[in-house]
């Protein structure tokens, strides 16, 4: 259920004793939200920006109730959403959150979410099965007929809301597993005017968007409803 955003005084995430200022960065211990070591200073900012971006459009929605994780990772969102008092499941079609699979699985101490590995365009879930469904990992490295496909998907398995990012420029490959590699199938490269009419053609309106760092990446971060 999506709601009017807080009032824009009022610091986001302050509950979570994240420090979001660019200097700090800081997680708690044990986090998953802290940056790889020798994480480069670029990539550092770009992961600062996707955590503010989700922060401000999560403001939109209310909290509680259940979220689908796609595409999960490390589970950084993970535990954005846990630590924001959700109930959460993840899909990830490697395993990066554990291997192999647990039910539930301690993201750190005292947030458990249910972990799942499964390929996203086939998800093992009931017809709106969640409150809503996050993915911030996936859409930037897959090719617009697969794109179509997962969109429809995500709504499927949501009853109101998605929080997705996307990125206009092709991805880096190079860095990609083997599973992640047989989603692409092509170009993920798109225009902002193609991932509007791609959430269109799957039924999905458009109530927010954040960029995540202008200048340093095209990625985009939408909040949609259906």
Known sequence: MVREPRPPGERIGSTMGLELGIRGMRAP???RLEPAPGASL????????????????LEWVCPGGTVLDLACGSGQFTELLLARGYT???V?????????????????PGLMAFVHQGDP?????DDREFDGVTCMHLFQHVARPAR????KE??????TWALLA????????????????????????????????????????????????????AELVVLVTW
């Open 29 to 31: 211990a044990g986090s």
């Open 154 to 159: 995500v709504r499927r398995v949501g009853r």
């Open 42 to 57: 670029r990539d550092r900012l770009i992961r600062w920006g996707q955590r503010r971006a989700f922060f401000q459009l």
């Open 92 to 108: 990830d079609i490697a395993r990066t959150l554990c291997d192999p699979p647990q039910h539930p699985v301690r993201i750190r």
């Open 148 to 151: 179509q496909e997962l969109l």
């Open 88 to 90: 959460v499941a993840t």
């Open 166 to 217: 996307f990125r206009a420029s092709a991805p880096r490959t190079g860095s990609q597993s083997t599973a992640q590699r047989r989603l692409v199938g092509g170009s993920a490269a798109a225009s902002f005017a193609g991932m509007r009419h791609d959430l269109a053609a799957a039924g999905m309106t458009i109530v927010a968007s954040e960029r995540v760092f202008p200048f340093l990446t």
């Open 121 to 125: 365009r086939r998800l093992p879930f």
